[in-house]
C-alpha cells in the first residue's frame, strides 16, 4: 500500500546530463571551448579513488575535460597548495575539485581556501555561503548535493515559497546550504540537529523534509505529516547477510514506513546520490560560461 | 500583573562600555595605541547624521577615537570609495562603517565590499557571513544588533543549547545573522518572514523568540509560550498624541500582553538599541587588538 511517488533521481540526473552535453557541444561549436572540471586527489583511500574516477566517467559522458593530480598520501600541505595554484592559472581548467578527506596532517581550510572562487565548483568557499545567506546576493556555486535536492523538488513541480521546511543535519556541505536555499525560496525553514530536543514533533510539521544525517532509518513513519515531501540525501551501509557485498545501502528514512505517509520521496540509493554528480557538471559548464561571458 | 523580568539593554550596554573603556586604557597604557573607528557619512538625511552623532559620542565615552567623513548628497560612488580607501589605509583607524542607507544613485554592494575586512566591523561582508554560517569557521566580526542580542542572553543567563528559537524577519543585518548565532549555540532554529503561513503557531512554540520585523505589536500574547523570553528589536514609530513629539517608539511585540506571559523581555525603547552601539564600540576594540595581536 505504498502511495508515495518515487523521486527518480536517476532518471532526472541522466536528463540533466543530457542537457549539459547538449550546451557542451554547443559551447565548443560557437567558441571553440571545452569546459575543464581538474581534480586533486591525496593518498590512497579507496572510496575517493572510486569518487574521482565517477566524476571523471561523468565528465567524459557529457564532454567535459577532466584533469587530475594524484599525490601521494605523505606530501606536503605545499605541494597540494602548487597543485591548486597550477590548475588556478589554467585556463583550459574552469573548475577545481579537491577530494576530501584529506590526509590528516594537512589543515582543510588552508587547501580549500587556495581554489580561487572562480573555480570553486563545489561551491564550499565562505565566501560564496556568505552569498548563499544574503538576500539581494547571488552565489557563484551552489553547493552540489543541495542544488541537486532543490533541483529535484523543482523537476517534480513540488511547491516551496509559503510551505514549512524541516532540515535534518546542519553539516557546511549539505543541511546548512540545503536549509539557506529553501529559505531563499522562501519555505519557511526550521533546522534539526543532534542537539534538538523534540526532532520528531518538529519534522512531523513539515511539508517538506530533508534529512542528511547519516543515520540509518532514522526518520520513522510517525514523524512525517500525511502528504510531505520527502529527500532524503542519507547513505548508510547497513549489514545484509543476502547481499554479495554483505551490506546495502539505506537512507536516513525509513522507507517503508515513510512510502505509506508521503506524497513523494527519494530512494536510497538512486535519489540524491546521482543528483550530486549531475550538479557537478552543471557547476563546471556554468564556470566555463562565466570564464567567457556566455549567456 | 506583569510577570516577565525585563531585560535591561540600557544598564548592560553601560556596563560593557565601562568594560571597553578599562580594555582601551589598558591597550594605550601597555602598547600606546588607542582604538579607531570612521564613519562615512553621505547626504543630508536627519536621521542618519543622528545616528553618526550618537555613535561619535560613544567612542568618545570609551576612549576610542572617531573620525568622520562627511560627503554631499550628489558625491560620485568613486569619491565614497576613495575615503573608504584612505580609512582602509589608515593605521589609527581599526574599524570603518559606511553609514547607510546611501544616496540611491550609489550601488551599496560595491560600497560596502570595498571596506577591508579587517575593518568591516559592521560584519555585513559576505565572507564574513559565510564564516558566521559555517560550523568550525569563526567570523572576523559579529554583526552588532544580532550580538547584542545574543550578548543580553548570555547576560541574563538564558540559555540556548538545546532551545526551540524562532527569529522573525530575516534581514541581511538582523534576522538572518541572528538565526545563525542561535545555531551555533546550538538552538534549534525556525525562521519567519512575511511568507510564512502560520507565524503564530510556530513563534508559540519557542522557548527563545527574537523578532526583528518592524511591525508595530505584530506578537500578541497568544503567539507566546507561557515562560518564553523575548528579545524585540523592532523600532517603530507610532502616532500618539500625548507625547511631544507626536509620537512614540514601539517593537514588534505587544509587550503590555508579553510582559504577562514571557518569563523574560526588552523593552523598547532601551532594550536592543542600546545594545547595537556598544557591541559596535566592541567590534572597534577587537579589531585593534587584532591589528596588534593583542589577547
Ligand atoms: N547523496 C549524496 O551525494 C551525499 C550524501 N551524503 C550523506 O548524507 C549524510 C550526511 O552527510 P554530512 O552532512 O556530510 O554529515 P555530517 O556528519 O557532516 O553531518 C551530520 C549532521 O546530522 C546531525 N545529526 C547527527 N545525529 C543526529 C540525530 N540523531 N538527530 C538529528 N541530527 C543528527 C549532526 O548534528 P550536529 O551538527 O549537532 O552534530 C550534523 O549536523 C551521510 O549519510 C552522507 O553519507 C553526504 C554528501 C553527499
Ligand atoms: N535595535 C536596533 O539597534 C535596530 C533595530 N532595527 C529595527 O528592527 C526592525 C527590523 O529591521 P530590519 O531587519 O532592518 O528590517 P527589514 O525590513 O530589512 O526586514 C524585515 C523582515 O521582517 C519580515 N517581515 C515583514 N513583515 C512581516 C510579517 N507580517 N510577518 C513576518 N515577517 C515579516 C520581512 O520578511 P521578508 O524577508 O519575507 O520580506 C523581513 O525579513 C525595524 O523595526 C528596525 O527599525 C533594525 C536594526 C537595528
Known sequence: DASA??????SVAKQIREEIAAEVSRMKDEIGVVPGLAVILVGDRKDSATYVRNKKKACESVGINSFEVHLPEDSSEQEVLNAISGFNDDPSVHGILVQLPLPSHMKEQNILNAVTIEKDVDGFHPLNIGRLAMRGREPLFVPC???GCIELLHRYGVEIKGKRA???GRSNIVGMPAALL???EDAT????HSRTKNPEEITRQADII????????MVR???????AVIIDVGI???EDATSPRGYRLVGDICYEEACKIASAITPVPGGVGPMTIAMLLSNTLSAAKRAYNLQ
Chains 1, 2 share one sequence.
Open 5 to 10: 511517488k518515487v523521486i527518480d533521481g536517476k
Open 145 to 147: 548535493t543541495p542544488k
Open 166 to 168: 524541516v532540515v535534518i
Open 182 to 184: 529553501l529559505q531563499r
Open 189 to 192: 525553514v526550521s533546522i534539526v
Open 210 to 217: 530533508i534529512s542528511a544525517v547519516g543515520q540509518p532509518n
Open 221 to 227: 513513519g510517525s514523524w512525517i505529516k500525511p502528504g
Open 236 to 238: 548508510n551501509p547497513v
